[in-house]
């Protein structure tokens, strides 16, 4: 009896140095939902972080640039918070402070300086930013503020890899919070290898369903190009300088 004690005992002390080891590795953002969240969950949310490099190189990463199914160039700062934005199919840059929502607009060659114009393209800036920085950056944002993770079990992706399955879903963040996700995990790599998108957190079927491939060193850290079906984020870059004039049309 004193053994099988002991034996307990071990495992939860393990248990707890792995738990503190992982917060000083990889911390959960302000309003991560680590109450309701799964252990098992998170676990492999840390691994999928360390599979792409680690927080460190994740936190160091400056300039992300990439193109989102040659429909728009995205240029990142991810330290200082702006964005570059230029649409393949209308004469439209923006540049957008994502913090504070100011920024720049040029449409059809001139600058937009009427407030209405400004501040609806601005708007459209952020929210664009944020659909497609999701697309290429989300494994390193599965502990983000406002999300709770669960553990939903073994599960085979479409092209039959063994995974584990998380379930994504988000609490006052986001422009459309009541969407879920479901995000396949592979067993041996740890890396994402497919997601399915639901529309509302109470729809059994998903609106979408791609493959993560194409995984690639950019920078210190690793990302995943290709969407299945639905094409490429390619070129995709990191970057440790931008050319000057960048930030300006």
């Not at 360390?50 to 429909?71: E, H, I, K, P, V």
């Not at 230029?86 to 100011?102: I, S």
């Not at 988000?170 to 997601?195: A, C, E, I, M």
């Not at 950019?218 to 960048?246: D, F, H, N, Q, Y």
Request: with cysteine; aromatic share 12%.
């Amino acid at each position: 009896m004193k053994k099988l004690f002991l034996f307990y005992l071990l495992i939860f002390i393990l248990a707890a140095c792995s738990s503190k080891t992982s917060l000083l590795q990889n911390p959960p953002a302000p309003g991560f939902n680590t109450a309701a969240s799964d252990i098992k969950a998170i676990a492999i949310a840390d691994a999928v972080m360390q599979a792409m490099g680690g927080r460190q190189a994740w936190d160091s990463t400056r300039y992300l640039s990439w193109n989102f199914f040659n429909r728009r160039k995205l240029l990142w700062d991810k330290q200082a918070g702006l964005c570059r934005i230029e649409w393949a199919t209308r004469p439209l840059k923006v540049l957008v402070n994502l913090n504070d929502g100011t920024g720049k607009v040029n449409l059809g060659g001139v600058e937009q300086t009427h407030p209405d114009s400004l501040a609806k393209y601005l708007d459209m800036g952020k929210k664009v930013w944020i659909n497609d920085s999701y697309w290429l950056v989300m494994p390193f944002k599965l502990k983000d503020s406002g999300v709770t993770l669960k553990y939903l079990g073994d599960a085979k992706t479409e092209l039959g890899e063994a995974a584990d399955l998380l379930q994504m879903t988000f609490s006052g963040v986001g422009v459309t919070p009541d969407n879920k996700y479901h995000v396949w995990v592979d067993k041996k790599t740890r890396l994402v290898t497919q997601w399915a998108y639901f529309e509302k957190f109470g729809d059994e079927k998903a609106a979408l369903v791609n493959a993560w491939g194409q995984y690639k060193r950019c920078g210190k850290i690793l990302l995943s190009t290709e969407r299945g079906s639905r094409g490429s984020l390619e070129p995709v870059e990191v970057l440790e300088m931008v050319p000057a004039g960048i930030w300006s049309f």
